[in-house]
């Protein structure tokens, strides 16, 4: 049985909002179609898509599923491995090819449209198996091939549809909106995660193939795009407003946001969760700027010979990582020196952090920074602590929330970027402990849920968390699977 689509299928906004009663009904509805987990008759049922109704099928990932299974003494986390980790090939994506390229549209679950961010992320944990299996080797490069066309059509948006034909939920948006877009919320990591993919991809199977000229350009106009918003000369050409009565889906100042000093930092006008900034500088962002960035100048110069592009990637590299050094650190009361969530280069900051992926917890996993850096075990601890107004203390669980569904809610993403970071065993075999005890008894993961109450949870059909857990129970099997028992 699939996961029960949310009524809303347009926007993740529109529906992360909507009245908490609504919510908490729809998921009462969704459990009352599932079979409980803890169902006399059969402890863990069958709710992963039948075969004949799966979108795409990988032997590989078939086989990774029978061999945790059948290694893992926790029988629960084989369950819900098996329903999680192929979550988005079995229900996210559309492979053909087009002028022989593979093409693969990926929606993000619950909402038909491809988020440059999502879909490199949903995707992005299979590359582990893509030399075994060549058919998921080409549905990656087909997402490779099918984002470079997307930056092309235009970089300031965070999501598109499959074809240009579609009638735009968000058409009247107050910005420049483009056929085949869904929506156009500028934010640096929408142009970050399809560099972090496409190197990843060529660092483990070496085929160049999807990095042909329209891939060099992707390159340039994403170097330009993220030199246009340091706003050295002027706002640049992005704006945005919205009619809503969220304030969290509009941009203050015309359209601009709210003002920063311009220092060298890359301006984001939204966070990962499509949430506006308070100030303009998202450091989780910008750090993951200057890591693709780099990865991005190793592959132009390596792969396409354009030496001077490399450079100039590398140059803006360096200007964000100076940048960072002299405005991100900040001294917390309580936390000491820890890196910032927002800053505006005035003096101002603001100290917390998302439960979306990037965010100050995830920089080590992103390569950012070491796992030991001085500033970010500060930052880390202070993150998940009772200072931190987004850090949710709760009767079912702890972990890390957001604004975009509101206070006392969990993001399982938070809980997952917890784990992935932890250097401690037990840490780390408490986050996977939490996740396993908070599915709701549907078998998958949430967008978030009530820290007192699991079966109060929002998106039930929301496929990066389901593959990035299982990106954390394969990565915990492979390095200490009697963590998992």
Known sequence: MNPEKTPDTRDRST????????????????????????????????????????????AAIDAAIEKFKSSVGNKELGWLFEN??????????????????????????????????????????????????????????????????????????????????????????????????????????????????AYEYWKTCGDVSPF???????????????????????????????????????LPGRGYGN???????????????????????????????????????EMVETIVKDKELAGECRALADEVEKALAEHAIVHHPKGGKVYAFEVDAFGNFYCTDDGNIPNLLSLPYLGAVKQDDEIYLNTRKLLLSDQNPYWCIGKAANGLGGPHVGVDMIWPLGVIVQALTATDDA????????????HADTGFMHE???????????????????TIFGELLWTTYQKNPKLLD
């Open 15 to 58: 529906w992360s909002r909507r009245n908490f009663m609504q919510r908490t009904a729809l998921a009462a509805s969704a459990l009352a179609l599932a079979p409980s987990v803890h169902a006399a008759d059969a402890a863990f049922p069958v709710v992963r898509t039948p075969v004949e109704k799966r979108k795409f099928k990988s």
């Open 84 to 197: 999680c980790f192929p979550n988005t090939l079995d229900t996210t994506v559309e492979f053909k090819m087009i002028d022989g390229r593979p093409d693969t549209y990926v929606i993000t679950g619950d909402i038909d449209a491809m988020w440059l961010r999502d879909s490199s992320a949903q995707v992005y944990p299979y590359l582990h198996f893509i030399k075994e299996d060549k058919p998921l080797k080409d549905l990656i490069a087909g997402v490779i091939n099918r984002q470079t066309r997307c930056i092309l059509k235009d970089p300031y948006a965070n999501a598109f549809y499959e074809n240009d034909s579609v009638d735009g939920h968000w058409k009247d948006d107050m910005t420049d909106m483009k056929p085949g877009v869904h929506e156009r919320k500028w934010e640096i990591d929408s142009l970050c995660y399809p560099i972090r993919l």
């Open 212 to 250: 042909d000229e329209k891939w060099r350009e992707a390159i340039k106009l994403t170097l330009k795009t993220f030199i246009e918003q340091q706003r050295k000369n002027g706002k640049g050409p992005y704006h945005f407003m919205r009619k809503t009565e969220y304030a969290t889906d509009s």
């Open 259 to 297: 003002p920063a000093k311009p220092v060298g930092l890359i301006y984001s006008a939204f966070r990962p969760s499509d949430d506006a900034t308070i100030f303009p500088f998202l450091i989780p962002s910008n750090f993951f700027a200057m890591v693709s960035l780099r990865q991005a100048a």
């Open 427 to 438: 840490e780390l075999k408490g986050c996977i402990e939490t996740l396993r005890k908070t």
């Open 448 to 466: 978030a849920f009530h820290k007192d109450d699991p079966k109060k949870f929002t998106r039930s059909w929301f496929a990066w968390a389901n």
